[in-house]
C-alpha cells in the first residue's frame, strides 16, 4: 500500500510540471558562491549560526559550491540587524508568552541577477520563571527566526529564478514565431 501511495504522489509531482526550487535558483545563481555575514555588535553570537545556516543551504537547497571570497563568482551577504521581544500574554502580572521579531537583510552579488532583499520574521514563545530558561528560549526564538529568513531569502531567489525562465521562454516564443513569419 506504501508503494502505491508512493508511486502516485511521485507520478502527480511529475506529471504537474513540479521542479524544485534548486533548478529555479540555477537562473539566478550560478557557480561558486562565498557566503559573507555582518555580525551584529549587540549579539555576535548569532553570526556563527547565520553563517553555518547559509553555508548547509548553499549546499543543500541550492546545489551549489561554496568558495573563498578571492574565487567565488557570486556573493550571499547577510546581515542581522536585531530582534524585539513584544509581550503578549500575562499571567498574575508576569508575562507568560512573547512575541520576536527578528530583522535581517540579505544581498546577493551574482554574475546573473544583483538583489538586495529586507526579510522580518515573528516567532512566538512561550516563557518561563527561570531567568536561566527564559535566556536560553530567547535565543531559540532568534535561531528560529533566523532559519524563518532564511527560507524567505531562498522562496525570493526561487521566484526570481521562475521569472528569469518565463522570460527566457517567452523570448523563445518570440523567436520561433519570427522565424515563422519570415518563412
Same mark, same amino acid.
Given at each position: #500500500?506504501?508503494?502505491?501511495?508512493? %508511486?502516485?504522489?511521485?507520478?502527480?509531482?511529475?506529471?504537474?510540471?513540479?521542479?524544485?526550487? $534548486?533548478?529555479?535558483?540555477?537562473?539566478?545563481?550560478?557557480?561558486? *558562491?562565498?557566503?559573507?555575514? !555582518?555580525?551584529?555588535?549587540?549579539?555576535?553570537?548569532?553570526?556563527?549560526?547565520?553563517?553555518?545556516?547559509?553555508?548547509?543551504?548553499?549546499?543543500?537547497?541550492?546545489?551549489?559550491?561554496?568558495?573563498?571570497?578571492?574565487?567565488?563568482?557570486?556573493? !550571499?551577504? /547577510?546581515?542581522?540587524?536585531?530582534?524585539?521581544?513584544?509581550?503578549?500574554?500575562?499571567?498574575?502580572?508576569? *508575562?507568560?508568552?512573547?512575541? $520576536?521579531?527578528?530583522? #535581517?537583510?540579505?544581498?546577493?552579488?551574482?554574475?546573473?541577477?544583483?538583489?538586495?532583499?529586507?526579510?522580518? %520574521?515573528?516567532?512566538?514563545?512561550? *516563557?518561563?520563571?527561570?531567568?536561566?530558561?527564559?535566556?536560553?528560549?530567547? !535565543?531559540?526564538?532568534?535561531?528560529?527566526?533566523? =532559519?524563518? =529568513?532564511?527560507?524567505?531569502?531562498? /522562496?525570493?531567489?526561487?521566484?526570481?529564478? !521562475?521569472? &528569469?525562465?518565463?522570460?527566457?521562454? /517567452?523570448?523563445? /516564443?518570440?523567436?520561433?514565431?519570427? &522565424?515563422? *513569419? $519570415?518563412?
Amino acid at each position: #500500500m506504501k508503494k502505491i501511495l508512493l %508511486t502516485l504522489s511521485f507520478l502527480m509531482l511529475v506529471g504537474c510540471g513540479y521542479k524544485p526550487s $534548486a533548478h529555479y535558483i540555477k537562473n539566478v545563481i550560478d557557480g561558486t *558562491i562565498y557566503v559573507f555575514v !555582518i555580525v551584529d555588535s549587540k549579539e555576535p553570537e548569532n553570526a556563527s549560526y547565520i553563517k553555518d545556516a547559509l553555508h548547509q543551504m548553499v549546499l543543500t537547497r541550492f546545489k551549489g559550491s561554496l568558495a573563498p571570497k578571492e574565487s567565488a563568482e557570486n556573493v !550571499i551577504v /547577510a546581515s542581522y540587524e536585531g530582534t524585539s521581544f513584544t509581550p503578549i500574554s500575562y499571567t498574575n502580572g508576569y *508575562i507568560t508568552r512573547y512575541r $520576536a521579531e527578528i530583522k #535581517m537583510e540579505f544581498e546577493l552579488k551574482g554574475v546573473k541577477m544583483h538583489f538586495k532583499r529586507k526579510i522580518e %520574521t515573528q516567532v512566538e514563545e512561550n *516563557i518561563t520563571g527561570s531567568s536561566r530558561l527564559s535566556s536560553s528560549l530567547r !535565543i531559540e526564538a532568534i535561531k528560529r527566526g533566523m =532559519a524563518k =529568513a532564511l527560507d524567505q531569502f531562498l /522562496a525570493y531567489a526561487s521566484t526570481n529564478g !521562475i521569472l &528569469v525562465e518565463e522570460a527566457e521562454r /517567452a523570448e523563445e /516564443a518570440k523567436n520561433i514565431e519570427v &522565424v515563422r *513569419i $519570415a518563412s
